[in-house]
């Protein structure tokens, strides 16, 4: 998700891997071949298949209640994470994506966990550190991630709706400026830990399922 702040400001560093806004579809090989960064944009999925010929894809949208369309057969390798997929049906292979010993595990005959609704508590809270859209509309927000709030904090408007925080802590997730969102969905997290550190870097669970992505890739390639 923290590379998605290139596609709103043009480029974005994570754990030293920079990432770029591609202005066209064109320009996606281009810079695919160069390595320098990697590329980031919204444009239509099929022109991007049709145009790169990749051949692999990785489903990463994690859409919890959605149940993923099939993208077994668009290129040689469909990799699918968490809730919704099938190793054999809806994707080649799996990755499971919910806390517990088996995260990040490649998953070849059967399919991930089902989405359980409740988050990992941190500091003790878990739903308590967010804060939903109560509108649809355009997110707007001054405040930035690792900084410090208070509790019914003003951080951020929806509309003509003022967006509080949920609880005292650092802003641990935040919606982009500018962004527009949907009734009822995440748009703020706070960790009440109060350790900015934490709101930077790769934090264990997407570490572990990007290495179950890595390690089900290697694989992939070397029986190929």
């Excluded at 010929?53 to 859409?63: H, L």
């Excluded at 997110?139 to 929806?158: C, K, N, Q, W």
Aim: a negative charge; hydrophobic letters at 40%; proline letters at 5%.
């Amino acid at each position: 998700m923290a590379f998605t702040d290139a596609y709103f400001e043009g480029v974005c560093t994570l754990a030293g891997v920079l990432a770029k806004r591609a202005t066209s579809t064109a320009s996606l090989g281009r810079m695919l071949s160069c390595g320098h960064a990697l590329p980031v944009t919204d444009a239509d999925f099929d022109g991007i298949l049709v145009a790169l010929e990749p051949d692999g894809i990785v489903d990463a949208r994690m859409r919890k209640h959605d149940v993923p369309e099939s993208q077994r057969g668009r290129t040689r390798l469909a990799v699918g994470l968490g809730p919704g997929f099938l190793a054999g049906d809806n994707a080649d292979i799996v990755i499971e994506t919910a806390w517990g010993d088996a995260l990040g595990a490649i998953i070849r005959d059967g399919r991930a966990s089902d989405y359980s609704g409740e988050p990992r508590p941190l500091g003790g809270m878990s739903r308590e550190r967010y804060a939903r859209a109560p509108v649809d509309g355009i997110f707007e927000t001054t405040s930035a991630i690792g900084g410090l709030v208070h509790e019914g904090e003003p951080v951020a408007r929806v509309g003509e709706r003022t967006i509080l925080a949920p609880l005292a802590g650092i802003l641990r997730g935040l919606t982009h400026d500018g962004a527009i969102v949907s009734r009822g969905g995440k748009i703020v997290e706070v960790d009440p830990r109060g350790d900015p550190s934490a709101a930077f870097g790769i934090g264990e669970r997407p570490g572990r399922i990007a290495a179950g992505v890595v390690a089900a890739v290697e694989d992939a390639l070397r029986h190929h």
